[in-house]
């Protein structure tokens, strides 16, 4: 199960990696690459809390099985017309069209697996061991959301035979993990249509890159069905819900660009971009996971304050980001930047779960998980829209939203007390 979700995230990041490389060699529009993630990660809002219904309803070992046969149909897929765009054999543009395709077999059927993968895990193992294994589960998938920009550099093939592969080559290799898993699923999973089981899975967010896990999900997965339902206008979370929708498109405008901004800063041949794009992403991705597992548990601060010192970092790494004309500054500004959002998805995610009592707790992990997933619908589209206009415009845009954002939480944020959580919990108030 550990391996289902490394590679579902790893395979979608990995490709995500080289898609600008991939664009300019092909000649198409940079929107076009955008566009490729953001109708992907669209369908997979919409299509993920269907599956976790479809699980409960009619086992797990299925959902699983076609979350990854929807995983490698879109990477063979998305192979076979990057490789036909690569060799000449039709336009560029005919390709990202067929790949968009593609993408969209990816997000309306790979999102079936992550929450089934939950309830599996949920249902083998006890009260006590669950949080655990679904801690485990939701580190899978923002390991896979580092590995595969990690590892997509070394993934460029050769010719096979008279035929190019090129840049296509982290789909085909994925697209084989993804075989092998899906045979390895249906060959050591029990069958368990007509089981009745009271787990349940919950919606993973969108896997893309800078996109690592909040741990909603295994809050969700870990609360009992039903419980108190919040809206997003409560006031208990609305503030906390507006940093989270701002903050998530700063971050997911500023990585979406990056591939293009090392691309065109260092003057870079498009096939040549692969390795130093890897080495910020990877800067990038380290930077966040210092903050989540070490810096974090270490200062032990409240969720106010992890946002506002987040924001605070993040607006100096993405303003440095837009002006730095070298790698060493790129991947150090960028790094400053993921090391802020590393602060500031945790805050987020903390700052909702205690704004309410118990019985809210599934629903607000929903509605976290939900704005983390809408920011990379709409966010990538954004960032690559500024980038047009100017190569440093989206990130300065992301700093100036970061310092407007930072005064908005200073001013509405803050820490519930207990006595206050219990009275809105209780059903007379």
Known sequence: MFMVML????????????????????????????????VSALLWVIAAPFWANRSDRHGRRVMILLGMGGFCVS?????????????????????????IGGRLIYG?????????VQAMVAGETTREERTRALTLLASAFGLGTILGPAI????????????????????????IFGVVMFVTIRTMLPD?????????????????????SSGASVRAA??????????????????????????????????????FLVIDRL???????LEPTGIVLMMGAGSALLAQWGIIPTLNLAPRALVLVGLVLAAVGTALTGFATS???IATAYALASLGFGFTRPGFTAGSSLAVGPAAQGSIAGKVTSVNGASFVLGPSIGIGLYGLNDSLPYLVAGVGCVLLFVYCWLALREPDEQEVAAFDDPVV
């Open 327 to 329: 790698l060493y500054g």
């Open 152 to 175: 997509a550099p070394y993934l460029i093939l050769g010719h096979l035979g008279s035929i190019e592969l090129g840049l296509s080559g982290p789909a085909f290799v994925f697209a």
């Open 267 to 273: 003057n870079v041949a498009p096939a040549l971009a």
């Open 7 to 38: 590679t579902i995230a790893a395979g979608n990041t990995a490709l995500q990696s080289v898609l600008p490389a991939l664009g300019r060699s092909l000649g198409v529009a940079d929107s076009a690459v955008a566009a490729a993630f953001s």
């Open 108 to 116: 309306t059927f790979g999102s079936a697996a992550p929450p089934a």
């Open 75 to 99: 990477l063979l897929t998305c192979g076979i017309f990057l490789a036909a765009g690569i060799n000449g054999w039709i336009g560029g543009t005919t390709a990202f069209l067929l790949f």
């Open 222 to 259: 870990n609360e009992p069905r039903g419980g108190t339902k919040v809206s997003y206008r409560d006031p208990r979370i609305r503030g906390w819900m507006i940093a989270g929708l701002v903050m998530g498109h700063a971050q997911a405008m500023t990585g979406q660009a990056i591939g």
């Open 192 to 212: 368990d249509r007509g089981m009745t089981s009271a787990s349940h899975g919950a919606v993973n967010a969108y896997p893309s890159i800078g996109g690592q």
